[in-house]
């Protein structure tokens, strides 16, 4: 299935532009031009001669040029005659965002579309969705505006996610939190482009490397175990089920029109597939940046480095109850340690005490880096102490850059220490606030590579 | 055990205060002038004539006027003699930051403080501990500057740790967050007060509403259940224990010096005095803001209203497998909502859908509110929309503050939506990033209430 157009597509129609700037068409375009695509741009309203300065054509078959995406946001049972236009105009791909079909119980306007889509032979991601994001083409059907939502920039994470809410809610967080993605899309009814479209896409991305999936129900089950399984062998598929429960699965039947199924089911489907189940929203990123950012895992041995006491012990029980294993640095590396270190209260976690230097930090990561029984480091940095300068974030960043072996940070604390995490996260150091979401996340991301 | 003047010395003396401002004392001594203390400041070393523009006096026993609390920050072997002068200056309380007792095994130095505590009568906090703050005093022992560790606002948490890394840090990060507290103490080795101690004391703290302990190890087991059971029927505590696993507890022997001994036991203990047990450091404070700035449960049938159709279903999926039920709103509420509502999808979640306005908001809470089989509100509000307008937040505010239901909120993104949420809290509202923190942090609050 061709579905590049929905994120790479050159020349795009928007159809339903409306003068109102309240009305979801006219965000589209507004977001369209305040944003940075470089594409030509279309914009349909027969009662209208211009909006914003656009010359504004009656339908997309006054338009000269070939359309490659038409982007359609009018009321529901205008849509039918919309897409026949479409057809007509060769177009093949159209995102709908217009709601008012088997969600509500529109079942008649539901199929009607459905056939419309078929005669045309047009592709289409919707009704009820809210379209696609491409953080590299710039290609933005996103209807909210972008004060409140930001937009993320270029990296390695795409988002499947079958609820618009959820999807624009969960990239305005990951943004303002440091995450970048490469594409986005919010597929709502799944009409004829479906999840498993998507994931098959992404999985083709060469600039997709982790997979984010929240979905409410699987079209086409054996079609999804099918495209998954092939996927997940390539790239990891971290992924998040909405209405798991029969109370759940109600409510998903009237937002997406689709019934959700069990939680058992779904989640031995999502084992057969080896695709990882986050089991919150909040889990599902924690992960995903650990494959965006981190180097491929040896083994799941883990080295604690710490200056608080506490945090070393917390992260030690975190440990110890998860499929991972407290590394044990060699005895030579010990000896070589304790020529370079004053006093080691503990090994592993190895307590640098309140008083730790960048200087000790420094002594320490390099010799967990080179030890052979260490697989990753779990390195905790509490910022609130004066003696740890600055400048441990450069140390780090640069290590990181250098050695093989997955290094995760783990600082709590304000202003102070939120500006340093960001600084490790955009080098590619992934931070946590907590011992146990670093080591839930890391448990994941071994359990993953080892299979 | 009085040890009120570790939280409102009106005169302290600060021993061991160097000119060098990367030292402990001096630190402390800056916070102190750089604070809000209205008290007496005295500021003790032998070498130096003035500290900052303060005269140094040479001994406390030099000091003419009398002295409520010391606090010690010199090198171990040298803490025992002072003790003893602040003995014959009839000091009854001192804070002993210093560290080098029995967490690095000096157990000989450690018994003869022990006995020259006894000796002179003096109750101290530590040695190996961060000391106290209080937010309404302003006695400020923290010796983490200000620019790197903020110091929380006046309010009605209290936060009991034995690790002053993780108090520090913590203490920064809920105070980023908004979080208010009334008293803190970090208690390090506990040689004669401990965590006992503590908690019987805030417990009688009239500014405290909720306690947050984090413990490694408990001192006396059966003076802990006393106090807790005590303690715990007028104001909830929050714990975690740390060491929790057999490894986890070696770390934590080095740490703090004791011995933490098995989950089971401690879970159990918890659970006998009704402590509420937390399973991570954001949940604690999760949970405690709710205790916080919550109005009383009555049950724990909760209604779900949102602007998102998948965060409804996310709700509904938790609620359903914790303890808690999904609320049925009367005939009567539903007839009155279908008169000025245009569409209702779903009645719990009550999905108010993507256009959902602030008035339409407002309308879905007053009903629920007003109806007998709600016992908490479940409010999700994501603002990526821009239909939902930002008077919603005063909207929510008003309500809470008339109605007698706990109000939850959920919201999830980037700076828009943080600015709102701080909003909400600080006006009593609590706020969550995601469906499953909130039914989580809701559940324990309920289960508190229902014993």
Chains 1, 2 share one sequence.
């Not at 290609?139 to 996610?161: A, M, T, W």
């Not at 010990?334 to 090994?347: G, W």
């Not at 905790?380 to 974030?393: E, G």
Request: glycine residues 8%.
């Amino acid at each position: 299935m061709d579905i590049d157009n929905f994120f790479s597509a050159k020349s795009i129609a928007i159809v339903g532009v409306s003068k109102d700037p309240k009305k979801v068409g006219h965000v589209i375009f507004r977001n369209f031009i305040d944003g940075e695509f470089r594409g030509k741009l279309f914009v349909v309203n027969p009662n209208a001669d211009e909006i914003l300065g656009h010359k504004a054509y009656k339908s997309v078959l006054d338009i000269k040029d070939p359309i490659d995406l038409v982007i359609i946001a009018i009321p529901a049972e205008l849509v039918p005659k919309i897409i026949d236009e479409c057809g007509k105009k060769k177009i093949h791909h159209a995102i709908i965002v217009t709601s008012g079909f088997k969600e509500v119980g529109n079942d008649k306007l539901d199929r009607k579309l459905e056939q419309t889509l078929k005669r045309n032979k047009i592709l289409a991601i919707g009704p009820n969705g809210l379209g696609t994001f491409d953080a590299y083409s710039k290609l933005d059907s996103l209807f909210l505006p972008r004060y409140r939502l930001q937009r993320p920039k270029e990296g390695n994470i795409s988002f499947v996610c079958q609820s618009g809410a959820v999807g624009s809610a969960i990239l305005d967080y990951a943004t303002d939190k440091g995450y970048k993605f490469s594409k986005f899309a919010s597929y709502g009814n799944a009409m004829n482009v479906d999840e498993s479209d998507l994931l098959e896409y992404m999985g083709n991305d060469p600039n997709t490397k982790v997979i984010c999936l929240y979905v409410e129900a699987v079209k086409d089950g054996k079609k999804f175990l099918a495209v998954a399984k092939r996927v997940s062998m390539k790239k990891p598929i971290v992924a998040i089920k909405g209405g798991k429960t029969e109370e759940g699965s109600k409510a998903a039947l009237s937002h997406t029109g689709s019934l959700a199924g069990s939680a058992a089911v779904y989640s031995a489907v999502f084992r057969q597939c080896n695709i990882i189940e986050a089991s919150s929203l909040g889990e599902m990123f924690d992960i995903a940046k650990m494959f965006e950012i981190c180097a491929l895992p040896m083994g799941r041995q883990v080295q604690v480095i710490t200056n608080g006491g506490g945090y070393g012990i917390l992260s030690t029980d975190a440990i110890v109850t998860s499929s991972l294993k407290m590394a044990q640095m060699s005895a030579e590396t010990l000896k070589e340690l304790r020529k370079q270190m004053p006093v080691i209260a503990t090994v592993n976690p190895m307590d640098l005490l309140g008083d730790a230097t960048t200087e000790r930090y420094k002594i320490a990561i390099n010799a967990a880096l080179k030890d052979y029984g260490v697989d990753i480091l779990l390195l905790i940095v509490l910022y609130q102490t004066p003696l740890v300068s600055t400048d441990i974030v450069d140390i780090i960043v640069e290590t990181n850059d250098l050695c093989r072996k997955p290094i995760v940070c783990v600082s709590t604390g304000g202003e102070f220490t939120e500006t340093l995490k960001k600084n490790l996260e955009s080098n590619g150091v992934p931070c946590y606030n907590f011992p146990e979401d670093a080591v839930r996340a890391i448990e994941k991301f071994v359990q993953y590579h080892r299979k």
